[in-house]
């Protein structure tokens, strides 16, 4: 024991007279990778094909994850074979809308920098003009930046899960009627209507689980491109809201919270311990909720351990 303090005092020292925090001493530079890519996606559970914009083939795109106080070494490939520029929008990145989230022409690439200095959960998006189409063509995902500690108002969670709400518009082309809000016909959460819902749609195969008693922590985004979320979990209350998903906004027994357009926030939910039960997570907004914006969550002895752990917390 006595060993280990010496060395960490003495790495600590080190760092002190190399000029350096201790705590950028910690952190780490993550790279990150995206392509843009114009390709057909799923948007349904019966196999609906959708002229899709996406980073790197998917709705959304995936989940880049690094700890507060990290540096985020960033590249947008944007291949020839693409039609239009693209772009990169990462919320928790606080720089230069004119240079780093400039939009990129087929053929080339853009690299940047930033530090994750704030705490959170992030949409990221694709911010090329018309930005609203790209958006709801698919350009969009979450970065979480997850706090240096856990503490007794954001306790470790024993599940997670992602889920990123947005609105379909068949006529992928029509962006004015996108503009007006007009033609949108159904919810996506994370691409699919009724991704993981087999209560309003026979052909759903996934569902969140997780078992009686587990603290479920759910990292939510609207990526819509007009539209509020009323977020509730039906035959639930949250046991925490952490408001864009800072430790520091917290909020205590929410039945229903409001997320705006282009913001996330972090959601807890505490089932009963003693008997199995089940949640339906919805967009109490009726015109989504009924569109397709249910989620199935099962409190159950027999949950999956591997569900909502690791890379298990987007479900594809
Ligand atoms: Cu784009």
Same mark, same amino acid.
């Given at each position: ?23 950028? #001493?910690?952190?780490?530079? #993550? ?9 057909? /996606? ?15 083939? *998917?709705? !959304? ?44 022409? !087929? ?14 959960? &992030?949409? &990221?998006?694709?911010?090329?003009? @018309? ?13 979480? /930046?997850? +706090? ?5 108002? &954001? !306790? ?5 899960? #992602? ?6 518009? @068949? ?24 991704? &993981?819902? +087999?209560?309003?749609? *026979?052909? *759903? ?6 078992? !009686? ?14 539209? +509020?979320?009323?977020?509730? +979990? ?25 997320? @705006? ?56």
């Amino acid at each position: 024991m006595r060993l280990i303090k010496t060395a960490v005092l003495s790495s600590i020292a080190i760092a002190m007279m190399a000029g350096v925090s201790v705590s950028a #001493v910690q952190a780490k530079t #993550v790279k990150v990778t995206m392509t843009a890519m114009e390709n057909e /996606v799923v948007i349904d559970n019966k196999g609906t094909k959708y002229p899709a914009w996406t980073y790197d083939g *998917a709705i !959304p795109g995936k989940v880049v994850r690094v700890k507060e106080g990290d540096t985020v070494d960033f590249t947008l490939v944007n291949p020839k074979t693409n039609k239009n520029s693209h772009s990169m929008d990462f919320h928790a990145a606080e720089v230069d809308v004119l240079n780093e989230f400039g939009a990129v022409r !087929p053929g080339h690439n853009k690299h940047f920098v930033f530090k994750a200095k704030r705490a959170g959960v &992030y949409m &990221y998006h694709c911010g090329a003009n @018309p930005m609203v189409q790209h958006i709801a063509r698919g350009m969009y995902g979450m970065i979480i /930046v997850d +706090p240096k500690r856990f503490s007794r108002a &954001y !306790p470790k969670a024993d599940r997670e899960y #992602v889920l990123i709400q947005s609105q379909y518009f @068949p006529d992928a082309e029509n962006y004015a009627a996108m503009l007006e809000n007009k033609g949108w016909t159904n919810a996506l959460i994370n691409g699919r209507i009724f991704n &993981y819902d +087999p209560v309003h749609d *026979a052909n *759903a195969t996934k569902v969140l689980m997780a078992k !009686p008693g587990e603290r479920v922590r759910i990292f939510f985004a609207n990526a819509n491109v007009n539209m +509020p979320v009323a977020f509730h +979990p039906i035959a639930g209350i949250w046991d925490r809201v952490f408001v864009n998903g800072n430790p520091k906004n917290v909020l205590y027994d929410v039945q229903t919270y409001g997320v @705006p357009v282009a913001a996330a926030s972090t959601f807890d939910i505490v089932s009963p311990a003693d008997h199995a039960t089940n949640n339906a997570i919805v967009d109490h907004t009726m015109s989504a909720a009924l569109r397709g914006a249910i989620t199935v969550l099962m409190n159950r002895p027999d949950a999956d351990p591997k569900l909502g752990t690791g890379d298990n917390i987007l479900l594809r």
